[in-house]
Each structure stands twice: as C-alpha cells, then as structure tokens.
C-alpha cells in the first residue's frame, strides 16, 4: 500500500489490504488482531503503529513524503530500504553490480510464471 501521509483512513486500509478495523481489531475473515493505541480521536490509523502491531514493513521516503506499507510478513520483513547486493549479467553477458546505481532513482520491476 502506497501512502503519502503517515495516517490512514480505515475505508483506504480496506480497499488497499482487505483489513477491516472492528472494535476488537484489524480483521481479515476470521483472523483479528489487537490494535490497541493505533487510531487516533478521527478514527485515522497512525501507520507506525499500525505497521509495528500487524508485523508489517513500512519504508519511506520522508523528503518526499512517500511510504509503502507492505504486506503481513510472519515476522520476516525489510528493516531497511536498503538493497543488498546484487550483481547480474546485462545483455551482453557481462557482470552488473546494482550498486553502481547508488545515489539515483531505480525503478526495479521483477517479474514470476508461477
């Protein structure tokens, strides 16, 4: 879920995650969890909090005002934004390591069959 403001409408959560908030949760079909201390007086979810009690990441961009909520990790999720390291082949067969884009925008798109 992309966000531009660290709290979140619960109609957005909804439509963006399938996670609806209840009185005793964020609930998606029969599972709930507490979310004690996530909304504020507006009913508006603050995004850290919610993200630190669904075990979900969140990463941002503060300069730009521009976040991503990802999804339920089961306890595995980024703690950083940064990339590891990766080297690939280009196109003509020869070694590329990502690195060398530090400092620039990279858009990476990844794709799967399965």
């Known amino acids: 879920m992309l966000l531009e403001r660290l709290d979140i409408a619960p109609d ?15 609930c998606k079909g029969e599972e709930c969890v507490p ?3 996530v909304t504020s007086t507006d ?5 850290r ?4 009690a669904m075990g979900m990441p969140l990463v941002g ?9 990802g999804p339920r990790s089961g ?13 690939l082949d280009d196109f003509d067969g020869n070694a590329f390591d990502v690195a060398r ?8 798109v990844a794709w799967a069959s399965w």
């Not at 009913?43 to 995004?47: N, Y």
């Not at 884009?101 to 990476?108: A, D, P």
């Open 12 to 26: 957005e959560l909804r439509a963006s995650t399938g996670w609806d908030i209840k009185p005793e949760g964020a």
């Open 35 to 37: 979310l004690a201390g």
């Open 43 to 47: 009913g508006r979810l603050d995004a």
């Open 49 to 52: 909090a919610f993200a630190d």
């Open 61 to 69: 961009d503060e300069q730009h005002g521009r976040w991503a909520l």
């Open 75 to 87: 306890g595995h999720v980024l703690s950083t934004a940064d990339v590891p390291t990766i080297v």
């Open 101 to 108: 884009l530090r400092g620039r925008k990279v858009l990476l």
